[in-house]
């Protein structure tokens, strides 16, 4: 259990929220004396000529299956435990993530989510905040998802999780498609049937993904170590590599060639979960909430990404409410349905998104419409951007 990740964790934070404040700060400034920027640059002519928004790059992060019980209530009760949650060492998960009240348990497990992205952005799905956040597609597992998330459509068709390659365009590809995002967006991904998702071959969007070598270029040395490293690691899982090398590869790739969009897919949680381990779904769930916040300041120290990055953050499907069921998901699984998404930038309002209820399929339009493109004009079967997650949007 690596919770000792919250101890240094707490002070960073506080110097990212003075770092990140000024920046969105000045990124306001701006909006107030009406700077405006208009894409001439598109081929398809379907940017918008409105003014477009101070974001221009998209962090795009996936983390699969977390539920939106452990996001808003932190560490639930039920499955904490040895005969439904498989945890091996009760005490020290619950030094670790226990608290008598909400705030203090999703504030141990997601640190820099609660003090930074949802007190500097926008929350969809908090039902205490009367938010409603759900698939629409019929599946709720992973491929369908994700084909959700990225194309904007919840094509009932795409039913299964087999490395088929995707048929429909993502909003990556789209925005690939596009002269000034040609060669600036990247994919890393810690399941290895993101390749087929975002179709690498032929959306030609580079996708780093599964047990794949990291150092692509065979000139990184750190990389490279790392590739060393995942070769002689035990893998519990064949299709799933560690998030930490998911990360990493992500963090590299920010370092070296400050991608314009850059999708990162943590994986973990959701396999832990289907392991029946709530102690290293909680675990996980924590790193990865550690990689974001590495990967956001990374961004913030480098002047292509510096106050003019959004992250848009979610989750590929929920799963089930039951002391049993909440390591599964599905079609046939209640509550698998209902999910999160977190949006924090410039152009992002602050706080929660009261009383607003939100599909999954609202992600790839909002992703577009932050970079100054109307995807949903574009693309008519996919949903329009989230409700009142970028100012100029109604
Ligand atoms: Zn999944």
Known sequence: MNCHLNLPQQRLVINVQIGSRSLLWLGLTLVMFGTTVAHADDK?????????????NVLFI????LRWQEVFGGADESPMNKDFGGVKNLEELRTC??????????QSLLPFFWSDIASLGRVYGDPEQGGSCRVANPHKFSYPGYNETLTGIPD????????KPNSHVTVLEWLHQREPFRGRVAAFGSWDVFPYIINAERS????????????????????????RLADELPRYFDNVRYDYFTFRGALAAIQR?????????????DDWAHAGRYDLYLDAALRTDHYIRQLWEAMQAIPQYA???????????GRGDTRVEWKSHGEEIPGSDIMWIAVMGPDTPSGPAKDVSVTQSQTAATVARLLGY???ADVPASAPPLPGAIREVP
């Open 204 to 227: 030609g969007i580079p996708v780093n993904a599964g047990w794949q070598p990291l150092d692509t270029a065979g000139n990184d040395p750190e990389l490279a170590a790392l590739d």
């Open 374 to 376: 109307d995807y949903h």
């Open 97 to 106: 993530f226990w608290h008598d009240d909400a705030s203090g348990r999703r």
């Open 62 to 65: 996936t983390v699969d299956g």
């Open 156 to 163: 009932p068709t795409v039913d299964s999780n087999a490395k």
């Open 307 to 317: 106050g003019k990055t959004t992250l848009v953050l979610t989750t590929d499907h």
């Open 257 to 269: 060639d400050q991608p314009r969009v850059l999708y990162v897919a943590f994986g973990e949680t």
């Open 44 to 56: 398809a002519g379907s940017a918008s000529s409105r003014s477009v928004p101070l974001t221009e």
